[in-house]
C-alpha cells in the first residue's frame, strides 16, 4: 500500500488560498473517486472538493476552518 496526499485545489484564477469549511469524511473512513470529502470556500464561493483518488483517509492535515494556500496538504489517502 502507498500514502498519496490530496492537496488543496486552485479554486480561483486569482485565489492564492482556500478554507477548509467543512470535513464530509473523516480519518479511518474508505473513499471512493468522486466521493465529496470536503466543502472548500474562497471569498466568492463555496465548492464540494470530491476525493482525486480511491482508499482509506489516514490524516486530516488541515481542520475545517483553516485558510490553506493552494497546493498545502489537505489529508492523506492510504491506496492500494
Do not use: C, H, Y
Not at 486552485?10 to 464530509?24: D, F, I, K
Not at 468522486?34 to 474562497?42: D, P, R, S
Not at 483553516?66 to 489517502?77: N, Q, R, W
Request: aromatic residues 2%; charged residues 25%.
Amino acid at each position: 500500500m502507498s500514502r498519496v496526499q490530496i492537496r488543496m485545489p486552485n479554486l480561483g484564477a486569482e485565489a492564492e488560498t482556500g478554507r477548509v469549511a467543512a470535513w464530509l469524511a473523516g480519518v479511518g473512513q474508505v473513499i471512493a473517486v468522486g466521493e465529496v470529502v470536503a466543502e472548500l470556500e474562497t471569498d466568492k464561493a463555496t465548492v464540494e472538493f470530491e476525493a482525486p483518488v480511491a482508499g482509506r483517509i489516514v490524516e486530516i492535515a488541515q481542520p475545517a476552518g483553516v485558510d490553506v494556500k493552494i497546493g498545502d496538504v489537505l489529508a492523506v489517502v492510504e491506496v492500494d
